[in-house]
T-cell receptor
Framework: KAGVTQTPRYLIKTRGQQVTLSCSPI?????VSWYQQTPGQGLQFLFE???????NKGNFPGRFSGRQFSNSRSEMNVSTLELGDSALYLC????????????FGSGTQLSVL | AQSVTQLDSQVPVFEEAPVELRCNYS??????LFWYVQYPNQGLQLLLK??????LVKGINGFEAEFNKSQTSFHLRKPSVHISDTAEYFC??????????????FGTGTRLTIIP
């Protein structure tokens, strides 16, 4: 069974641009969560989707948005990039929206110059 | 709301020595507890988890952790470490209720460095 796949693996953008990150969950998993990891703030919850509906959202500005498609694949979008958005963005999937059964992808490393 | 405190940001240990990584949590509801490991340039891998039952939980790679409700702790231990254990370790909690906020709340991580 393939794991959680995140693409691209690395991204370099400049301030003011926007970026879209993709996450393909484990086959059959319907819940996808996104986390931001930075050296200063650690791992912070961004949002969670289940059956195409956003169920939970962390404390991030509106520039961070996401969506989930009918095949459970999820995308995360960050508009008007800032230097502080440089981070490892991790996606995790689970069969149901239960925190104890998360499987993480390898992440997308975003660098904003 | 939940919070997790990992008191040690860095822990150097000699190879084949024992190690304990400390984790304390705070929550107004009952929680599930986890330890994840992150190797360089990789995502998170689940080491072990406590959901219910025995307070001593065994995980992969020879790690174990003990849930102590009175001290709100979930310390991670390994009796003899190897070079390959060099990584960052994260403690995390999530509410055990069926409905509510299912997100994981992570600690700030402990970087374990094994000294040959």
């Amino acid at each position: 069974k393939a794991g959680v796949t995140q693409t691209p693996r690395y991204l370099i953008k400049t301030r003011g641009q926007q970026v879209t990150l993709s996450c393909s969950p484990i086959s059959g998993h319907r819940s996808v969560s996104w986390y931001q990891q930075t050296p200063g703030q650690g791992l912070q919850f961004l949002f969670e989707y289940f059956s195409e509906t956003q169920r939970n959202k962390g404390n991030f500005p509106g520039r961070f948005s996401g969506r989930q498609f009918s095949n459970s694949r999820s995308e995360m979008n960050v508009s008007t990039l800032e230097l502080g958005d440089s981070a490892l963005y991790l996606c995790a999937s689970s069969l149901l929206p239960r925190g104890e059964k998360l499987f993480f992808g390898s992440g997308t490393q975003l660098s904003v110059l | 709301a939940q919070s997790v405190t990992q008191l040690d940001s860095q822990v150097p240990v000699f190879e084949e020595a024992p190690v304990e990584l400390r984790c304390n949590y705070s929550s107004s509801v009952s929680v599930y507890l986890f330890w994840y490991v992150q190797y360089p340039n990789q995502g998170l891998q689940l080491l072990l988890k406590y959901l219910s039952g025995s307070t001593l939980v065994k995980g992969i790679n020879g790690f174990e952790a003990e849930f102590n409700k009175s001290q709100t702790s979930f310390h991670l231990r390994k009796p003899s470490v190897h070079i390959s254990d060099t990584a960052e370790y994260f403690c995390a909690v999530t509410p055990s209720t069926n409905f509510g906020n299912e997100k994981l709340t992570f600690g700030t991580g402990t970087r374990l460095t094994i000294i040959p």
